[in-house]
């Protein structure tokens, strides 16, 4: 009888799907856009200060999450937010959102892979916490907390500052984001790990936001210090904004 228990208990653990704990840490509302290729939660809702939903998701799951600010919808969800707008809706629903946003980043699997990402600028802190995954001591990069709880806008280069009517500093961008060029984004002959280098930036956004926010994405080719793994088993992350 009580090997009976034992494996009924360990087939009702196998059947727990994955989970996804949103949490609001910050001061203020945001709204979270959700982009993948299974949609969940239509894409987008509200999250006050406070404030946890939980979100199942299945195995295979790749996509990307963001917190969009300064949102104004009427009765029917529509309505346009200052950064990270994905149509002027509240539920996304495929659509992707305006950067510049800071980016937790998921593809889930048999090993899960996940990061957040300055790459295209930054709006609110995020950190991408583990649930239950086992670390590899061996590897720092398995199963840790990824991002950080950094404050970017405050100290944000002139350059790279997108300010809301009011004169706030809403998002920072990156220098990609800002200018467009090959050289910036990594592309055309700057598409290359070896080539691609921050430090010949005039405006180096990577430099700033890796100095204030190691465990997190940079700019393109920011990989071997950005990119975190954990088993398949575990049952899920925190993805947490500050």
């Known amino acids: 009888m009580l090997a009976f228990c034992t494996i009924a ?83 996304c629903n495929g659509a992707g959102g305006v950067p510049p946003v800071s980016l937790a980043e998921f593809t889930t699997g048999d090993l899960d892979f996940y990061d957040v990402s300055f790459v295209d600028g930054a709006n609110v ?33 002139n350059e790279l500052q997108v300010k809301n009517s009011a004169g706030q500093t809403v998002a920072c961008r990156s220098s990609c984001n800002k200018f467009g060029t090959d050289e910036y984004c990594c592309a055309g002959e700057y598409n290359n790990p070896n080539v691609c280098d921050p430090s010949n930036w005039i405006i180096n956004s990577a430099s700033y936001f890796k100095r204030n926010c190691p465990n997190a994405y940079s700019y393109a080719y920011d990989d071997g210090s950005s990119t975190y793994i954990c088993p398949h088993n575990n049952v899920g992350y925190m993805i947490v904004f500050h």
Do not use: M
């Open 125 to 157: 802190p995020i950190e991408i916490i583990s649930l239950g995954g086992v670390p590899d001591q061996n590897n720092q990069y398995s199963c840790q907390t990824a991002g950080c709880t950094v404050d970017l806008l405050s100290n944000c280069p």
């Open 9 to 91: 208990l360990a087939l009702a653990g196998l059947a727990h799907p994955k989970e996804f704990q949103f949490l609001n840490r910050g001061s203020q509302t945001i709204w979270v856009g959700i982009l993948g290729n299974r949609l969940l939660e239509d894409g987008g809702f509200a999250l006050a200060p406070g404030q946890q939903v939980n979100v199942p998701f299945s195995d295979s799951w790749s996509g990307r999450v963001w917190a969009r600010t300064g949102c104004n919808f009427d009765a029917n969800g529509v309505g346009p937010c200052e950064v990270g707008d994905c149509g002027n809706k509240l539920k």
